[in-house]
């Protein structure tokens, strides 16, 4: 993970990031809206739902997000990928080499 990416992809990654955690937040508000609203007459157990959903979501966006930097880059848009927050316009813009390297990472995830 170490070799950096392209300058033409890493523009890329930046133009998109602040979209893509926009994207992951929503998923993650809609996750805890659907939880609320479904909340009946427990609250206590509708919070610590919450709570659970927050720390696995936190740990998502921290993997995603945190520390982006051109030798990471790649995990990072693999990250994006899997998670369904790479769209395939964004996806078809990076070079054909990113592009295999991100797709190889996903499929190890798998």
Same mark, same amino acid.
């Given at each position: 993970?170490? $070799? +950096?990416?392209?300058?033409? /992809?890493?523009?890329?990654?930046? +133009? @998109?990031?602040?979209?893509?955690?926009? #994207? +992951?937040?929503?998923?993650?508000?809609?996750?805890?809206?659907?939880?609320? /609203? !479904?909340?009946?007459?427990? !609250?206590?157990?509708?919070?610590?739902?919450?709570?659970?959903?927050?720390?696995?979501? /936190?740990?998502?966006?921290?993997?995603? @997000?945190? /520390?982006?930097?051109?030798?990471? +880059? #790649?995990?990072?848009?693999?990250?994006?990928?899997?998670?369904?927050?790479?769209?395939?316009?964004? @996806?078809? $813009?990076?070079?054909?080499?990113? $592009?295999?390297?991100?797709?190889?990472?996903?499929? #190890?995830?798998?």
């Amino acid at each position: 993970m170490s $070799q +950096a990416i392209p300058e033409r /992809d890493w523009k890329v990654l930046r +133009a @998109f990031k602040d979209r893509a955690i926009n #994207i +992951a937040c929503e998923r993650i508000l809609g996750k805890v809206e659907k939880t609320i /609203d !479904s909340r009946g007459a427990d !609250s206590h157990k509708c919070y610590l739902k919450l709570w659970k959903i927050l720390q696995e979501e /936190d740990q998502e966006i921290s993997l995603m @997000f945190d /520390d982006v930097k051109r030798s990471n +880059a #790649i995990f990072k848009l693999a990250m994006w990928k899997k998670n369904g927050i790479l769209p395939v316009e964004y @996806f078809e $813009q990076l070079t054909e080499e990113t $592009q295999q390297r991100i797709e190889g990472l996903c499929n #190890i995830q798998r």
